[in-house]
């Protein structure tokens, strides 16, 4: 059974740091391309980073660039997102989701997500 | 405000069939496939439809999708009451080299 845990959430003062973790099992991590997603609660879904099978690619959504960097050990099966320089906007639930190399760009499984709130 | 712009909600009687859209440009939807997702409120979303009208296997075929354009339809027939649900399209911009949403529409089943 295909599972993504994330842990690491938190209350964060503005201007500071959080490193979140997405544990995987179930499947070959570095068979597929990983992302974050976040959502504000009661609010939609917004991209905010991914990154292929072997780290050589990632991507950043314009507001977290500068501050936000993915990475991914796939010894250990391990999606991370390091987040500097928090602000208010960046408070929400963060899921991260698999997506299949092959085909079409999709996220074919979702953890539950780890929620991040920035406040003073 | 989402890059994919869908109706905030959509309601229908068991039994019925909605249709939800998903509105975009030639940078996502125009030159790329559709995804669809439902959120359940509370759990994690699930991919319903993907490349535009493929279902995964366990979803099942009261579920559709259909692209055209620069538009995608996901279409739920036989509605029941465990469609209520929260539903995404998403896809990528080629401009943003980015994921994009669009903001939800929420499905009641009156």
């Known amino acids: 059974e295909v599972q993504l845990v994330e842990s690491g959430g938190g209350v964060v003062r503005p201007g500071g740091s959080l490193r979140l973790s997405c544990v995987a099992s179930?499947?070959?991590?570095?068979?597929?391309?990983m992302s974050w997603v976040r959502q504000v609660p009661g609010k939609g879904l917004e991209w905010v980073s991914g990154?292929?099978?072997?780290?050589?690619?990632?991507g950043y959504v314009e507001s977290v660039k500068g501050r936000f960097t993915i990475s991914r050990d796939n010894a250990k099966n391990s999606l991370y997102l390091q987040m500097n320089s928090l602000g208010a906007d960046d408070t929400a639930l963060y899921h991260c989701?698999?997506?299949?190399?092959?085909?079409?760009?999709?996220?074919?499984?979702w953890g539950q997500g780890t929620l991040v709130t920035v406040s003073s | 405000q989402s890059v994919l712009t869908q109706p905030p909600s959509v309601s229908a009687a068991p039994g019925q069939r909605v249709t939800i859209s998903c509105s975009g440009g030639?940078?996502?939807?125009?030159?790329?496939?559709v995804s669809w997702y439902q959120q359940v409120p509370g759990t994690a979303p699930k991919l319903l439809i993907y490349?535009?009208?493929e279902r995964p296997s366990g979803i099942p075929d009261r579920f559709s999708g259909s692209k055209s354009g620069t538009s995608a339809t996901l279409g739920i027939t036989g509605l029941q009451t465990g469609d209520e649900a929260d539903y995404y399209c998403?896809?990528?911009?080629?401009?943003?080299?980015?994921?994009?949403f669009g903001g939800g529409t929420k499905v009641t089943v009156l």
């Open positions: 030639s940078s996502n939807i125009g030159n790329n496939d």
């Open positions: 179930g499947f070959t991590f570095d068979d597929y391309a």
């Open positions: 990154i292929e099978w072997n780290g050589g690619i990632r």
């Open positions: 998403g896809t990528w911009d080629n401009s943003l080299s980015a994921g994009v």
């Open positions: 490349d535009n009208n």
């Open positions: 989701a698999r997506r299949p190399l092959w085909g079409s760009y999709r996220f074919d499984y």
